[in-house]
């Protein structure tokens, strides 16, 4: 497992490439926003988090599963992570920033979603003015981005 890379994984790569075709410039991994978003579009006041569904523990995605090893360690390990990750958001929209949360499972596995819908749903939100929204495969209504805030 220490072998598993926290930036530039194949779904944040594959959705920089996806935004910079669109025309959308960004920055990435700012150290001086909390939780060093992987996607920072200054121009519109929105990061962008690609959260692999194990990591950060996504409930109900076939993705997401506690080791049958160590068991109790890895109950807290991804427990202290979704702590981490609400703080992150809740300081990232004192600071004024939108916070989009993307799931790996909506770009890979069963579940994914059709790659055109989830980058035109995350291009809306981008331009659009929502405080917080969240792309997940699980989410199998019209609407893939639901909003959290």
Known sequence: MAAIKGKN???EVW????LFKRGF???LHRKDLPGKPDIVLPKY????FVHGCFWHGHLGCP???IPSTRSEFWKEKISSNRHRDSRNV???HELGWRVLELWECSIKGKLRLDEHTLIQYASEWI???DAEAEISGL???KSIIKKCR
Request: hydrophobic fraction near 30%; avoid cysteine; charge should be positive.
């Open 15 to 18: 959705l920089r490439k996806e």
């Open 127 to 129: 331009r659009g003015s």
């Open 139 to 141: 989410d199998s209504s």
């Open 45 to 48: 006041r929105a990061v962008i």
């Open 9 to 11: 994984t194949k779904p």
């Open 63 to 65: 993705l997401f599963r």
């Open 90 to 92: 809740a300081r990232l």
């Open 25 to 27: 410039r960004y920055r």
